[in-house]
Nanobody, 127 residues
Framework: QVRLVESGGGSVQAGGSLRLSCVYSRVPVTEYCMGWFRQAPGKGREVVVRTDSEGFRRYADFVQGRFTISKDHTKNTLHLQMNNLKPPHTGMYYC?????????????????????WGQGPQVTVSS
């Protein structure tokens, strides 16, 4: 079991920045993947970015260089730095984790492919 607790959501105006954090209860003993998903109001949950234990990263096309994922192993924390935010970036942001996973072999871009999820902070971007 991996528990994930996100923080850092809030409300910003267009062009602003937010930094989301996801504290995980333990580092998986096997190779693993972690990432961020977004769920806009009335929409399904879509991938924003995923990374694995070897440091590979895959960003969704809509990110367009605005977001950066990083890990702090000393604090068991995953971050998502979001810059130049726009209203379409509004939604709940979730941090998932999956064990026995690597991005060389799997795309793991869909919700059903992930086992562990946090509760998600709300991000609201106003124009």
């Amino acid at each position: 079991q991996v528990r994930l607790v996100e923080s850092g959501g809030g409300s910003v105006q267009a062009g602003g920045s937010l930094r989301l954090s996801c504290v995980y209860s333990r580092v998986p003993v096997t190779e693993y993947c972690m990432g961020w998903f977004r769920q806009a109001p009335g929409k399904g949950r879509e991938v924003v970015v995923r990374t694995d234990s070897e440091g590979f990263r895959r960003y969704a096309d809509f990110v367009q260089g605005r977001f950066t994922i990083s890990k702090d192993h000393t604090k068991n924390t995953l971050h998502l730095q979001m810059n130049n935010l726009k209203p379409p970036h509004t939604g709940m942001y979730y941090c998932p984790a999956e064990e026995r996973c690597n991005l060389r072999a799997w795309s793991i871009a869909y919700r059903y492919e992930w086992t562990y999820w946090g509760q998600g902070p709300q991000v609201t971007v106003s124009s």
